[in-house]
């Protein structure tokens, strides 16, 4: 089991493994909001607050309490003068216990499963006109996110639950990825290779790359996930 924090300050690769059989294993992005050095505390507090409660990512139940618990830290953080008020960030992840597989997001950060010649978004949208047919027609108004109010508020995680089978793969990505590439373009840029997700996010970059980039492989052809985080 490999554990990994990216600060995403820098282009930065990742590879590990994450065991379905013995224990929890788990990969999410938080995707910073409220300016570069506000989105980035804010993003950080999220991720280690969630490997502080790894306990809980076992269920539905427990991934929602370590998200508001993750979304308090970011107030707590607020009020200790760190970042500053209304910074926020997305989440999107996967967990895996035993044959069960945990998707979760609050935000606009995807989550997708590749399954055959085929791509499902297993992810929910949280912004105005969440439904989208195509790229860039999603609205950048976020509904729900940890942090970026003024206030604490109640959070309404989005969950899904399966088993997933031996040929899945899982699509983890910021705004950045899906905002330059439409899922037709990711499908057909998933290169199963040794880097499948440096081969995303450099075919968002040439696409315009308006955004920071950052993606999760995670599937059995290529054995490893893979991360893959740039600043342009």
């Known amino acids: 089991m490999a554990t990994t924090i990216s600060g995403g300050l820098s282009r930065e690769e990742w590879q590990g493994e994450l065991s379905t059989t013995t224990g929890v294993g788990w990969a999410v992005i938080a995707d910073g909001m409220g300016g570069h050095e506000a989105g980035e505390i804010a993003s950080r507090s999220v991720v280690e607050s969630l490997h502080g409660r790894a306990d809980l990512l076992v269920s539905e139940a427990g991934i929602a309490a370590a ?76 509904t729900q996110s940890l942090g970026g109010t003024r206030y604490p508020v109640p959070l309404f995680p989005h969950l899904r639950t399966w088993r997933p089978i031996h040929d899945d793969i899982l699509i983890l990505g910021s705004d950045g990825l899906s905002d330059m590439l439409s899922d037709d373009e990711i499908l057909a840029n998933l290169v199963l290779d040794e880097h499948p997700a440096r081969g995303l996010v450099e075919a968002a970059l040439r696409a315009g790359g308006r955004d920071n980039v950052t993606a999760i492989v995670i599937g059995p052809e290529v054995d490893l996930p893979d991360r893959v985080t740039s600043i342009t």
Not at 95 to 113: K, T
Not at 117 to 129: I, K, N, V, Y
């Open 67 to 142: 998200l508001n618990e993750a979304n308090a830290t970011i107030f707590e953080s607020i009020a200790g003068g760190h970042g500053r008020p209304g910074m926020g960030s997305t989440i999107v992840g996967a967990v895996f216990v035993r044959q069960q597989c945990f998707a979760f997001n609050i935000g606009d950060s995807r989550l997708y499963l590749k399954r055959n010649s085929e791509l499902f978004q297993m992810s929910t949208d949280d912004t105005m006109g969440a439904s989208r047919s195509g790229m860039h027609s999603r609205s950048h108004a976020l």
